[in-house]
């Protein structure tokens, strides 16, 4: 929730595009997330990749499901329409949105929570609808606002805060996109803003299902497990009449590396996640090749960034579905009634 | 046993064809019932059906009546016994003086048979097998020899027969005449081996009159598709497939842009009930007009989605075709037991607009209107049919529309309007007084309307907010707008007995047509009643209003626990003692004859005798 208004008050120097319009213009509630939260860098990563694509703000319409991550779609294009919906079940709204309008933008925002449990199956099924939209699921192992419970693509041998070991396998999402038949697949990371920012730019571009997986470290529940200052040890030492629950605020992980190396990026409980950035020669419209890329490297304990592959020549749902080029909620009585002839040849039928 | 007379009616009886599922019955039977209604005779016809694909009983009754009476009667006068797995229970269920036909090929024991009925056989293998050498033909044409057996029995005319199956394979001149030939087949056999006619015949009529014959299912699409629905997302479920199903068939046939052939609708069939009903959410937020058919577990698995649809204040029609329950319960079998599932569907205080046509027509018309009350009232409409209604085929008045109607898009705000002087705009405002906000579409104005829609608590402006103040003002006005609806739904219908009563009788939905029968059983014994059938929730204020002037009101209703009674009661703050429960919940479609004892014999039962006029 938002308590602080933020200042309506844009500087005239302030850079603009191609709109006129500012960085201000995409920007929405301030974020009530955790300072030093992955998911605030990647808001400000689709702030940036809409202004640089001179969109409309008010032509997106931003879906998510709930969680922090489902929280985000208010802190960014704030003239635009939001909509969280129920846990998981972000990728049919925004299915039935589309269908409805197919002129707008869709940004579907998720978390890893709601994308691999509960809406595992909604994710797999508008990839394989090809629902025209950008999927973005900010992907933290974790669920933070029940704070700390393993996520489906948490890594199996990995600790929660409490100590316990998951003893599940991951769901690598990316994996499964691609096996779904998504026409657009990336990886990024949070910090890695000169990588996703064009990779979101891209997705929005592009006609069809486009999936992009981000990593993004979660303060709150990866924070040093020794740390007076952790929640752990502020819960156990609070004696107060209510009990809080205190996170220190952190700086965001940032990282910037050249294509085809290896980053070893140290998180914030001291965990170490290795990004291999693909090289500029990757062919990305191969996606057997792409699947087989993301497999050998994932064998050496190396999470694969990037745009993993694009399909060219995409389609979307409306065009398997063949449905008229004017968006469907213009439709009216006219458009859509057969009148009372059809209706008189219908009733002489059932005779 | 005693000696019966075999039944003899003109125009008045009950066939049922007793088969296996899977063996090619359907079509012929129902061509058995569209021939009598080609006479001019109207027909009440059931499906009775396992949920299995092959090999379990089925039943197909066909009720003849030249009164017009649509409701199920109960009992059989002719059995058409096609499978033996059912023999000794389709014999039983015949009326004593009725008719037993069957396929004499194998004799049959004396002691499987009854005294009191006419047994007619008819060696249907004997003559297919000596005719057809294919395993396929031998077991479709089987149906048809017997249709054939049953003109020359009941007197059809069988060039109306011929015509029915020119029509159904028109353009088909192999099948049609392969089909003729085997009709006449059985109808020869019959005529030079047996009596015909037999007691029960059908002679030419004149009262089916311009009435249509249709599907509840089909209808209520077809009334999507003139309400103007764009999205439709199902997921198949017994037994409201065939609402999607018919939708998609009859938006092929009139909903093409007629210059570039594209489809000016969008249907996905969803993984799952969830997905469907969020799809349709999805669409309606963006100002399609959008529905979903299921039955009651599809209710249970969108119950979350409901809530949203409710609280965040988003149109959506749901059209459910109840079957028996709870949980799987009967698949197959009909019932109206949704009624509390779907009023008060989700967590948290909700009530949603319920509407309960009684035939194809009305379902057809609340179709229609379904989707401009959700768009009015900015909330989830249910659409309340039944299997009875929804898979049978039933005699109702021509569907009718009127072309100069628009559809009503409800309270949304436009960029212009956005734009006037003064205008303030919050999502949940409530301008009118009538509790209904104004909504605007995505993307309608760059800096002006956008909100964020959310199942959590919201202030007038669509902010967040967690103030008990705010909250409670939220839910009050969501009373006040469900307050409103009252006047929008359809009203109920009354109809007073010829005579002054004190007594009330209420139903609805496919209850109707058995009960507007009862009525006139009831007066043969006797017994006054004023009815008033329901056609929405909320009650309109006449409900409370035909309570109080009645000393009880019986409620006549397809559940076990009294659903509608429940409802009015919790509704209206009625004194339960004043509305007598009539239960009808075995998965059969209520019968006339059902209700007439019921509450015939209660009613009988308020006039004991006093004793010393007994004993006098």
Redesign the interface.
Known sequence: ??YIAKPKFHHPGLPKNELGYTHRDYEGKISTLCAGCGHDSITASIIEACYELSI????V?K?SGIGCSSKT??YFL?????????HG?M???????????R??IYLGVSGDGDSASIGF??F??SIR?AVNMTYIVENNGVYGLTKGQFSATADRGSKSKKGVTNTDNAIDLVAIALQLGASFVARSFSGDKSQLVPLIAAAIRHKGASFIDVISPCIAFNNHAGSTKSFDYVREHNDAVNRLDVLTGRDPITVDYAPGTVQVVEQHDGTKLALRKIDADYDANDRLAAMTFLQKHAAKGQVVTGLLYVDPDSED??TH?????RP??????E??????S??EK??AS?? | MSVQSPISSVNDFVVRFANVNGSGSASANELFARSILRHGVPVSPRNIFPSNIQGLPTWYEVRVTEAGHLGARGGVDLMVAMNPQTWDKDVASIEPGGYLFYDSTKPMPTSKFRADITVIGVPLTAITNSTYTDPRQRQLFKNIIYLGALCALLDLDPKLVEQLIGEQYKGKEKLLSSNVHALHLGRDWALQNLKCPIGLQVKKSDKVGDRIFMEGNSAAALGAVYGGATVCAWYPITPSSSVAEAFTSHCKKLRHDPETGKAKYAIVQGEDELASIGIVIGASWNGARAFTATSGPGISLMTEFIGLSYFAEIPAVIMNIQRAGPSTGMPTRTQQCDIIACAYASHGDTKHVLLFPEDPAEAFEFAAQSFDLAERLQTVIFLMLDLDIGMNHRLCRPLKWDDARQYDRGKVMTAEMLDEPGRDFGRYLDVDGDGIPYRTYPGTHPTKGSFFTRGTSRDRYARYSEEGAIYADNMQRLVRKFETAQDMVPRPLQANAAKPTKYGVIYFGSTAPAMDEAIGLLEARGHQLDRLRIRAFPFHSSVASFIADHDFVYVVEQNRDGQLRQLIVNENGIDPVRLVPILHYDGTPITARFIANAIGDHQDHLKVTPLRKAVS
């Open positions: 929730m938002t409309e703000p008010h032509r319409a879906i779609p208010d704030g003239n635009s329409h939001g909509f969280n919906s129920v079940r990728p049919s709204v925004l299915t039935g949105a589309n269908l409805a309008n002129d707008l199956g909604q797999a099924h609808r749902l409306h579905l063949d449905t008229v080029e469907l909620n213009t439709l009216e009585a458009d859509l009634c057969p009148g009372t059809a209706l219908i009733n059932l005779r």
